[in-house]
Protein backbone atom coordinates (compact mmCIF):
# COMPACT_ATOMS: atom_id res chain seq x y z
CA UNK A 1 0.00 0.00 0.00
CA UNK A 2 0.83 3.13 -1.13
CA UNK A 3 1.81 6.20 1.78
CA UNK A 4 2.86 9.58 1.52
CA UNK A 5 2.95 11.38 4.83
CA UNK A 6 4.14 15.30 5.23
CA UNK A 7 5.20 16.62 8.08
CA UNK A 8 7.18 19.95 9.03
CA UNK A 9 3.93 22.74 8.77
CA UNK A 10 3.75 24.93 11.65
CA UNK A 11 3.44 28.73 12.89
CA UNK A 12 6.45 31.05 12.03
CA UNK A 13 7.28 34.95 12.03
CA UNK A 14 7.96 36.57 8.79
CA UNK A 15 11.35 36.40 7.26
CA UNK A 16 11.34 33.04 8.87
CA UNK A 17 12.16 29.49 8.08
CA UNK A 18 10.23 25.93 7.70
CA UNK A 19 11.37 23.01 6.31
CA UNK A 20 8.82 20.19 5.05
CA UNK A 21 9.47 16.83 4.50
CA UNK A 22 7.42 14.18 2.47
CA UNK A 23 8.26 10.37 2.89
CA UNK A 24 7.05 7.82 0.30
CA UNK A 25 6.61 4.28 1.50
CA UNK A 26 5.19 1.24 -0.63
CA UNK A 27 6.71 2.43 -4.34
CA UNK A 28 10.21 2.88 -5.88
CA UNK A 29 10.86 6.31 -4.77
CA UNK A 30 13.16 7.20 -7.75
CA UNK A 31 10.79 7.06 -10.33
CA UNK A 32 8.39 9.39 -9.22
CA UNK A 33 8.53 13.04 -10.87
CA UNK A 34 7.71 14.76 -7.07
CA UNK A 35 6.38 18.10 -6.38
CA UNK A 36 4.80 20.96 -3.62
CA UNK A 37 1.35 22.16 -3.93
CA UNK A 38 0.03 24.83 -1.81
CA UNK A 39 -3.63 25.98 -1.43
CA UNK A 40 -4.76 28.87 0.26
CA UNK A 41 -8.06 29.49 1.81
CA UNK A 42 -10.43 30.61 -1.23
CA UNK A 43 -7.47 29.60 -3.59
CA UNK A 44 -6.86 27.31 -5.76
CA UNK A 45 -4.69 24.55 -5.95
CA UNK A 46 -0.82 25.77 -6.82
CA UNK A 47 2.61 24.33 -7.51
CA UNK A 48 5.09 25.87 -5.64
CA UNK A 49 8.03 23.74 -6.73
CA UNK A 50 9.07 20.28 -8.58
CA UNK A 51 11.81 17.46 -9.24
CA UNK A 52 11.65 15.22 -11.76
CA UNK A 53 13.08 11.22 -11.58
CA UNK A 54 16.42 12.95 -13.53
CA UNK A 55 16.60 15.58 -10.65
CA UNK A 56 15.49 18.90 -12.92
CA UNK A 57 13.73 21.13 -10.40
CA UNK A 58 11.37 24.13 -11.47
CA UNK A 59 9.69 26.87 -8.94
CA UNK A 60 6.84 29.15 -9.13
CA UNK A 61 7.87 32.74 -9.54
CA UNK A 62 6.81 33.76 -6.20
CA UNK A 63 9.02 31.12 -4.70
CA UNK A 64 12.10 30.97 -6.51
CA UNK A 65 14.82 32.55 -4.38
CA UNK A 66 13.48 31.60 -1.11
CA UNK A 67 12.29 27.63 -1.47
CA UNK A 68 14.14 24.83 -2.15
CA UNK A 69 13.05 21.47 -3.52
CA UNK A 70 14.99 18.25 -2.97
CA UNK A 71 15.42 14.69 -2.21
CA UNK A 72 17.00 12.28 -0.41
CA UNK A 73 16.60 8.63 -2.29
CA UNK A 74 17.81 6.64 1.10
CA UNK A 75 15.45 7.81 2.89
CA UNK A 76 13.04 8.00 0.27
CA UNK A 77 12.03 11.63 1.60
CA UNK A 78 11.44 15.06 -0.96
CA UNK A 79 11.96 18.07 1.19
CA UNK A 80 10.67 21.78 0.77
CA UNK A 81 13.19 24.09 2.55
CA UNK A 82 11.16 27.47 2.64
CA UNK A 83 13.57 30.77 3.54
CA UNK A 84 12.55 34.84 4.09
CA UNK A 85 8.75 33.38 4.48
CA UNK A 86 5.95 36.14 3.80
CA UNK A 87 2.21 36.17 5.21
CA UNK A 88 1.10 35.23 1.58
CA UNK A 89 2.73 31.70 1.77
CA UNK A 90 0.17 30.83 4.37
CA UNK A 91 -1.37 27.84 2.94
CA UNK A 92 -1.98 23.83 3.18
CA UNK A 93 0.82 22.32 1.58
CA UNK A 94 0.41 18.99 -0.21
CA UNK A 95 3.37 16.95 -1.77
CA UNK A 96 2.66 14.73 -5.00
CA UNK A 97 4.22 12.00 -6.25
CA UNK A 98 3.81 10.97 -10.18
CA UNK A 99 4.44 8.78 -12.60
CA UNK A 100 2.87 8.25 -15.58
CA UNK A 101 -1.41 7.05 -14.43
CA UNK A 102 -0.12 7.00 -10.45
CA UNK A 103 -0.26 9.77 -9.22
CA UNK A 104 -0.42 10.24 -5.18
CA UNK A 105 -0.80 12.74 -2.44
CA UNK A 106 0.07 13.62 1.21
CA UNK A 107 -2.73 14.64 3.37
CA UNK A 108 -1.70 18.40 3.91
CA UNK A 109 0.23 20.05 6.12
CA UNK A 110 -1.06 23.79 7.53
CA UNK A 111 1.91 26.62 6.94
CA UNK A 112 1.10 30.27 8.80
CA UNK A 113 3.49 33.06 8.82
CA UNK A 114 2.17 35.16 11.20
CA UNK A 115 3.80 37.97 13.58
Known amino acids: QVQVVESGGGLVQPGGSLRLPCALS????????MGWYRQAPGKQRELVAS???????KYADSVKGRFTISKDIAKRTVYLQMNSLKPEDTAVYYCNFKRTALDYWGQGTQVTVSS
Open 26 to 33: GATFNLYD
Open 51 to 57: VSSRGIS
